[in-house]
C-alpha cells in the first residue's frame, strides 16, 4: 500500500519533470520571439502608372532603408530585371523586405543595376542613369515606426515622367517615384510581475493564436498581428496560475500595452 509519504514524492517528481518540459520548450522558442521586441518589419512593394511604352524594364539591385540616427539597413531583396508595366492599374509586386531598429525611417534608397531598357513599338533601348544616381536613387521619408509594426511602403513609379528621350534620340531613366507609406498591422506588449518568471504568452483572436514568452525582465512582445480583438492569456510555471485577458483591440499601426501583469 502506497504512502502518504511516496505519493508526495511521486506528485514532486511529477511537477518537476512537467516544469522541465516547460522550460524546455520556451527556451526553444526564445530565438524566434526576441528579435521583435525593439524592432519593426518593412515590406516594400512597387506598382506602376500607366505609360506609352510596351515595355520599361528596371534593373533592381538592391533596397536599402535608413533611420534618423543613421542606421542603415539592407532589406533581403528580390533583385532583377522589373517590367514596370506588369503592376499598372492597381497591380505591384513584393520587392523588398527587412527588420530595422524601431524610429523614424528617414530615406530608402533604390540600387540599379546597368540593364534597364525601354522598349518603344518593337525596338528596345538602353535606358542610361544620369551620374547623380549612379550610387542609388534616394527617396526622402517620414515614417514613424514602433516596436512590432509591420510598415508597408509602396513605390509608384511613374513610367511616361520618368523615361526622357534626349537631342541624340537615347533614353534616360530619371525615376519619379511616389511613395505611399503604411502600418500593416499591430502587436500586443506587456511585462508580467514577478521578474524572473518565464511564462508563455498566447493571444487568439477567431481562433487562431499567436505565442511568445517573456524575456529575463519579464517583457513581451507578439508583432504582426491583424486588427481584432484579442484574449491574452499568460501561463507562468507551477506554482503559479495562468491570467487571462480578454477583449483587448488591436488597431493598425498601434502597440496594445496592457501594461504589468502581476501572476
Known amino acids: 500500500m502506497e504512502t502518504t509519504k511516496t505519493k508526495n514524492n511521486r506528485t514532486f517528481i511529477t511537477k518537476i519533470i512537467i516544469f522541465s518540459a516547460f522550460v524546455s520548450s520556451l527556451v526553444l522558442l526564445m530565438p524566434s520571439c526576441n528579435k521583435d521586441k525593439n524592432s519593426s518589419h518593412i515590406s516594400v512593394k512597387m506598382t506602376d502608372s500607366p505609360g506609352d511604352y510596351t515595355a520599361v524594364m ?7 532603408v535608413t533611420g534618423t540616427a543613421g542606421n542603415t539597413v539592407i532589406l533581403s531583396t528580390k533583385a532583377g530585371m522589373y517590367n514596370l508595366l506588369d503592376f499598372a492599374n492597381g497591380a505591384d509586386t513584393l520587392i523588398a523586405t527587412g527588420d530595422m531598429v524601431a524610429g523614424t525611417m528617414s530615406q530608402m534608397r533604390l540600387i540599379l543595376g546597368p540593364n534597364s531598357t525601354v522598349t518603344v513599338g518593337s525596338v528596345s533601348y538602353p535606358l542610361s542613369t544620369p551620374s547623380a544616381m ?11 515606426m514602433e516596436p ?41 506588449n506587456g511585462s508580467i510581475t514577478p521578474v524572473g518568471v518565464i511564462a508563455a504568452i498566447s493571444v487568439t483572436s477567431n481562433g487562431i493564436s499567436y505565442t511568445s514568452v517573456t524575456n529575463k525582465e519579464g517583457k513581451f512582445l507578439i508583432a504582426g498581428l491583424p486588427v481584432g480583438t484579442y484574449d491574452i492569456t499568460v501561463t507562468p510555471p507551477l506554482p503559479l496560475l495562468p491570467v487571462t485577458i480578454t477583449g483587448k483591440s488591436v488597431m493598425m499601426g498601434v502597440s496594445t500595452s496592457l501594461g504589468v501583469i502581476a501572476l
Not at 528596371?58 to 536599402?64: A, K, N, P
Not at 510598415?151 to 534616360?172: E, H, K, M, P, T
Open 58 to 64: 528596371i534593373d533592381l539591385q538592391g533596397v536599402e
Open 134 to 144: 549612379q550610387s542609388g536613387l534616394k527617396l526622402q521619408m517620414h515614417q514613424m
Open 148 to 188: 512590432g509594426v509591420t510598415y508597408g511602403v509602396l513605390l509608384d513609379f511613374d513610367a511616361n515622367q520618368s523615361i526622357v528621350v534626349q537631342g541624340n534620340g537615347s533614353y534616360q531613366l530619371k525615376p519619379v517615384i511616389r511613395t505611399i507609406e503604411m502600418a500593416m498591422n499591430g502587436s500586443i
